[in-house]
């Protein structure tokens, strides 16, 4: 399988960085393909432009939409890491969807409506926060990510939501220890996803 892991966080350093190298490193280890991109170490825009509105005469995406679409094209997963701000994802991930899963490639016109276009991939996604994981579930926050942001996704493109792993608790300075036990949280989940034993239970 092949895995394209999208991280969306400034700092190359984060633990939102470690935890998609730790999982691409972990669905590697079993054989697997994948690959990260960093959307701020790769200055992608994510301010959508008139021109990739698909409905305008000029419509054309952008090569590096193109390139995105053509990577995430050849993936079995989409694999999106990124911490909550204000219980939502960063603007930099929502307009990389907004640029990149957009009409013609992850879903299409119909008669009813639209008509998803990626059915034969999966969705995970690892997001964390600086409050408690508990916080986050007991208000709400999460239920209401994953049915506005995962489940949306899947339903109009088709995707198979998988997994969302919720990791809180993160902060500044944390005991490598601690940050440790978190990451191998994340190494856990792909290996409960895709070990060959999953896939034969």
């Excluded at 054989?31 to 008139?50: K, M």
Aim: charged residues 20%; glycine residues 6%; contains cysteine.
């Amino acid at each position: 399988m092949r895995h394209a892991v999208i991280l969306s966080h400034p700092d190359p350093k984060s633990f939102n960085a470690s935890a998609a190298e730790t999982y691409a490193a972990a669905v590697r280890e079993l054989g697997q393909t994948a690959e990260v991109h960093d959307l701020y170490a790769r200055n992608f825009d994510p301010r959508l432009p008139a021109h990739e509105i698909p409905w305008r005469p000029d419509f054309a995406p952008a090569p590096e939409v193109a390139a995105e679409r053509a990577w995430i094209a050849d993936a079995d997963v989409l694999v999106f890491v990124y911490p909550l701000w204000f219980n939502a994802p960063p603007a930099m991930l929502k307009g990389y969807v907004e640029r990149v899963l957009g009409m013609g490639f992850a879903y299409a016109t119909d008669a009813g409506g639209t008509r998803p276009l990626l059915t034969s991939k999966c969705l995970i996604s690892i997001t964390t926060s600086g409050a408690p994981s508990a916080w986050v579930q007991e208000s709400g926050a999460l239920e209401r990510l994953r049915a506005g942001f995962d489940d949306h996704l899947g339903a109009v493109c088709g995707l198979a939501v998988l997994d969302h792993l919720h990791i809180g608790g993160v902060t500044p300075g944390m005991r490598d220890d601690a940050a440790k036990e978190l990451l191998d949280r994340v190494s856990r989940m792909a290996r409960r996803h895709f070990a060959p034993a999953a896939a034969d239970a």
